[in-house]
């Protein structure tokens, strides 16, 4: 779907146009081939470009094609098992584009006009509010995963089958927003040499790169924390289960030692003691001295 929209200083409200114009902005979102196509012919812009703008596995980067510029940047997705998908920005010398196949979340307060000092018609300063709106978003997602984490954390309780598999999508979510940042700071720093910034605005972008370094480094942070978490279950369990077959030994051995007596008093030959009338007790006494033998072995051996 293919809208036009527009904001100038004049306006209070952003509104819609029928097409576009100088200093309008292009929201495109789920494009079909036949909007692909339309925007190559119509505006002349790069169809492979465009093609990477719906492919969830593009990287964040910035290419430069005859005067326009494509800004890719990765967007959390609203379900964070999902991670985050493709966001291109186009900015060109008449407009500014953005293109994804599903729109972000931060595109609602564009639309109730809660963003001030946004106008589409002064571009540079347009893409900064969306690079800072994103920035944003996937700052409080990743503030999310990590209060999540740190609920987790507590080495006293211990961790369900539940907890275990949302710590995994934790750590699936986690490495694709370590990407993310990583890439865009790459980006970053190639289009604030690239692009006609203003001295102010080149200071918001550089506190940008700043958050994104910090952003990455509290992923990382966290990524170290699931991973201490996993082997503490990991250690416990194998603790919990080494006991387990201990005990479950123990008392194969126990039960072994009856069932051996047993069958051999239960044989149809002559033995030992079959005519006293104290045989049980003595067997009895037999089986309580091996198993007194055995535990004090255990207990020598500190199995048990």
Known sequence: M????????????????????????????????????FLVKEFGLDKDNLNSGIDPHEIPR?????????????VPADDLEKGTFTFLMIVTKEFILTFSQQEPTFFKQIFNNSVEGL????????????????????????????????????????????????????????????????YTNFMYNKIIHRLGFHEKDKDILEELIIDTEEGQNICQTSLKNISNIRSYSMVL?????????????????????????????????????QEDKDAFLYVMFFIAVVWVIFIGYLKKKKVI
């Open 2 to 37: 293919i809208t036009y929209l527009k904001k100038s200083i004049k306006d209070k409200e952003l509104r819609v146009i029928n097409s576009a114009e100088l200093g309008s902005w292009i929201n495109v979102v789920s494009p079909t081939k036949k909007d692909i196509s």
């Open 62 to 74: 910035a290419d430069f094609i005859n005067g326009d510029s494509y800004i890719y940047v990765k």
């Open 119 to 182: 106008f589409t018609t002064q571009k540079t300063k347009f893409l900064l509010h969306l690079l800072s709106l994103n920035n944003t978003l996937l700052e409080y997602k990743t503030l999310q995963i990590v209060k999540s984490i740190e609920m987790k954390n507590d080495l006293s309780k211990e961790l369900r089958e539940k907890d275990v598999n949302e710590m995994i999508k934790h750590e699936y979510t986690l490495n694709s927003f370590v990407s993310a940042y990583n």
């Open 237 to 273: 369990l194998t603790s919990r289960l080494n006991r387990l077959i201990t005990v479950l030994t123990v008392v194969t051995v126990f039960l072994s030692v009856i069932a051996a007596v047993s069958s051999i008093y239960g044989m149809n030959i002559t033995i030992p003691l």
